[in-house]
């Protein structure tokens, strides 16, 4: 799997002429802030990420606010979308792809059970 310090040209491989371009499940690391912009381009060339964002929490939780609330915004932006996967992941896919999230209606209430 390629560093997230390496450019975004060498994380995901260019179709050739003709060909469809292919999304790739990744799972990354968010070391630093810089990591954002890496981030937000396999985002645009239409990837599916799960962030571990412990790396980031152990240097700085600020960071991490702050490097989650600037993609949050920018998946907003994009019609992308982006999610909590317990603790210390996030998961942010393209615009063409949509994170399911579980709806409880009102009727869903718990019953009181017969003791």
């Known amino acids: 799997m390629a560093k997230m310090g390496k450019t975004v040209s060498g994380l995901m491989p260019k ?11 990744k799972a990354m690391p968010l070391r630093r802030l810089e990591d ?11 990837n599916i990420l799960i962030l571990k964002v412990s790396p980031l929490a152990g240097k700085s939780v600020e960071d991490v606010k ?4 600037e993609l949050y915004e920018f ?20 615009s063409s ?13 718990t019953l009181p059970t017969a003791a």
Do not use: F, H, N
């Open 15 to 25: 179709a050739r002429k003709g060909e469809k371009s292919r999304a790739y499940l």
């Open 36 to 46: 954002v912009e890496i981030i937000k381009q396999e985002i645009k060339d239409g």
């Open 66 to 69: 702050r490097a989650v609330s």
């Open 75 to 94: 998946a907003k932006s994009i019609g992308a979308d982006i999610a909590r996967l317990g603790e210390e992941r996030v998961v942010i896919t393209p």
């Open 97 to 109: 792809i949509k994170i399911w999230r579980e709806k409880k209606s009102s009727e869903e209430k």
